[in-house]
């Protein structure tokens, strides 16, 4: 059983570029979610997907921001004219409701650093 | 909105000593996770606590859950090397369908 996939795994741009991330959850997951960390802090939600729905957004998730889950089993995360406060770990979790504990299990993230 | 508050935020221990972790939160959370970290990966899971007097035990770390004072604590036994890292509790506003709150996680460093 393959966990939850992220690429690329470090990502290096001058600001002002477009920037996207993949996340590729675990098979059977119809949750999706994506979160940012940055040095020193918890992860922060960003949005959440069901299925290809997007149920649920963050005020962190600037109109820059965008996410999309077109056929409801790898998603997609674009940060338009990157800042150098976009600088963080962007996180990818999967879960499976239905199970009382509704696990969220994360990947291995995708390191954004802005120059 | 749900807030959740961990401390100590650093903790320095030897092996071999007991030590818990306190996580508060501030209103109600449908359940209640704790993470780990190591540096540079990513989050894994240890353990979700459902129900108030809720009690997970996996090796050296136990996690308890008290609803009413909306506190989960964990639990270090006899601290070894392998337990340092950053670990991370979180909840779920009820509100929402699913997304985590975490604390600012609490970075553990056992030295010998």
């Known amino acids: 059983d393959t966990g939850v996939s992220q690429d690329p795994r470090h990502k290096i741009t001058k600001r002002g570029q477009n920037v996207t991330f993949r996340c590729d959850p675990i098979?059977?997951?119809?949750?999706l979610y994506w979160y940012r960390q940055t040095l020193g802090q918890g992860p922060e939600f960003l949005t959440y997907?069901?299925?290809?729905?997007?149920?649920?957004k963050s005020r962190l998730l600037s109109d820059r921001f965008s996410a999309e889950r077109p056929k409801g089993s790898f998603s997609t995360l674009e940060i338009q004219r990157t800042e150098q406060g976009d600088s963080a770990m962007y996180l990818c979790?999967?879960?499976?409701?239905?199970?009382?504990?509704?696990?969220?299990?994360f990947g291995p993230g995708t390191r954004l650093t802005v120059l | 909105e749900l807030k959740v508050e961990q401390n100590p935020l650093f903790l320095s221990m030897q092996e071999g000593k007991n030590y818990t972790i306190y996580c508060n939160y501030s209103?109600?959370?449908?359940?209640l996770y704790w993470y780990r970290q190591d540096p540079g990966k990513s989050l894994e899971s240890l353990f979700v606590?459902?129900?108030?007097?809720a009690v997970k035990q996996e090796g050296r770390l136990m996690a308890s859950l008290d609803t009413k004072a909306r506190l989960s604590t964990l639990h270090i036994t006899a601290a070894v090397h392998d337990l340092s890292a950053t670990y991370f509790c979180?909840?779920?506003?009820?509100?929402?369908?699913?997304?985590?709150?975490f604390g600012k996680g609490t970075k553990l460093s056992v030295k010998p």
């Open positions: 979790a999967s879960s499976r409701p239905g199970l009382a504990t509704d696990t969220q299990y």
């Open positions: 098979s059977e997951h119809n949750r």
């Open positions: 997907f069901q299925n290809e729905a997007q149920l649920e």
């Open positions: 209103t109600t959370s449908d359940r």
């Open positions: 606590l459902l129900s108030n007097g």
């Open positions: 979180a909840g779920i506003y009820g509100g929402s369908q699913g997304n985590l709150i």
